[in-house]
Nanobody
Framework: QVQLVESGGGLVQAGDSLRLSCAVS????????MGWFRQAPGKEREFVAA????????YYVDSVRGRFTISRDNAKNTVYLQMNNLKPEDTAVYYC?????????????????WGQGTQVTVSS
């Protein structure tokens, strides 16, 4: 069993930055990759970014590339999402997720564990 706990959300203004954290409850050797997803009100959950745990390869949805950075700290079993130049359309509940096996990086169904989510609100 893997438990994921997100933190770092909040209310900010457009152009501000936030860093989300996702603490992983157990040793991460069995995790293939971590991902961040988000769900805005009335919309479906969407892929934001992902990172492979061993090699650190990163992936981003086009709408955040160049503004968001995903990273991991192996020693702390923690994944981060640094979000810069935030826009009102980034407002959503952000979820981290862990996948134990490889596959299409943005496909939600391949992720085995999910956090409870953290709210990010960006005012204009």
């Amino acid at each position: 069993q893997v438990q994921l706990v997100e933190s770092g959300g909040g209310l900010v203004q457009a152009g501000d930055s936030l860093r989300l954290s996702c603490a992983v409850s157990r040793r991460t050797f069995s995790i293939y990759n971590m991902g961040w997803f988000r769900q805005a009100p009335g919309k479906e959950r969407e892929f934001v970014a992902a990172i492979t745990w061993s090699g650190g390869r990163t992936y981003y949805v086009d709408s955040v590339r160049g503004r968001f950075t995903i990273s991991r700290d192996n020693a702390k079993n923690t994944v981060y999402l640094q979000m810069n130049n935030l826009k009102p359309e980034d407002t959503a509940v952000y979820y981290c997720a862990a996948a134990l096996t490889g596959g299409p990086i943005a496909t939600m169904t391949r992720y085995d564990y999910w956090g409870q989510g953290t709210q990010v609100t960006v005012s204009s």
